[in-house]
């Protein structure tokens, strides 16, 4: 069966340009989230969809970053006037349910952004 | 504020012997999920064990356990019968009530060694 899918897996950018990066959940799940991941470090929440409704959005680190669900499947989490420290991993995940503490994450292989 | 904290920046295990990484937690939630995320160098998360804070039971998935102790905040894993394809970062991490972002560690980067 299809997991959870991301592109491109691999993105350089230079300073200054805008990117946008794309997560396929697996079908049917309603939860969508974005996680970046520095290198050496553990993932850091981003964002989080439940179906189109964007409800959290307190890990975005500054305004040159913005997501969308607009039909509540396919998300893109786009970057603009990116800057070196946005060079990292980004990982989206799924989950069949509604957000609760014991809903499990399915994620993708992630696309790793260079920023030169 | 929630908070994952694994001491362990790399461990070695030698073929078939078991292996224990910790983990310890910071949450004021009585409620709250720990996970554990195996990530190998091909980057993706997979999942491996989960723990509620109400089971009463350690869980356990074939050759993983979770070392649930709620009085110390601790939530290690233990692999048995360690595998060379067990070679991989390990992450620790926390959902608490409302269950929308999940508090990953640092990770624990594991070398299974002949």
């Known amino acids: 069966g299809a997991g959870v899918s991301q592109s491109p897996r691999y993105k350089v950018a230079k300073r200054g340009q805008d990117v946008a990066l794309r997560c396929d959940p697996i079908s049917g799940h309603v939860s969508l989230f974005w996680y970046q991941q520095a290198l050496g470090q553990g993932p850091e929440f981003l964002t989080y969809?439940?179906?189109?409704?964007?409800?959290?959005k307190s890990g975005l680190p500054s305004d040159r970053f913005f997501a969308e669900r607009p039909e509540g499947s396919v998300s893109t989490l786009k970057i603009q006037r990116t800057q070196q420290e946005d060079s990292a991993v980004y990982l989206c995940?799924?989950?069949?349910?509604?957000?609760?503490?014991?809903?499990?994450?399915?994620f993708g292989p992630g696309t790793r952004l260079t920023v030169l | 504020a929630q908070k994952i904290t694994q001491t362990q920046p790399g461990m070695f295990v030698q073929e078939k012997e078991a292996v224990t990484l910790d983990c310890t937690y910071d949450?004021?939630?009585?409620?709250?999920?720990l996970f554990w995320y195996k990530q190998p160098s091909s980057g993706e998360m997979i999942f491996l064990i989960y723990?509620?804070?109400?089971?009463?039971q350690n869980a356990t998935e074939g050759r993983y356990s979770l070392n649930f102790q709620k009085a110390r905040k601790s939530a290690n894993l233990v692999i048995s019968a360690s595998q060379l394809g067990d070679s991989a970062m390990y992450f620790c991490?926390?959902?608490?009530?409302?269950?929308?972002?999940?508090?990953f560690g640092t990770g624990t980067q594991l070398k299974v060694e002949l």
């Open positions: 991490a926390m959902l608490t009530g409302g269950g929308n972002k999940l508090t």
């Open positions: 969809f439940q179906n189109e409704a964007q409800l959290d």
């Open positions: 723990q509620g804070s109400y089971d009463q």
């Open positions: 995940a799924s989950s069949s349910e509604v957000a609760w503490e014991g809903n499990e994450q399915f």
């Open positions: 949450t004021s939630d009585p409620s709250y999920g």
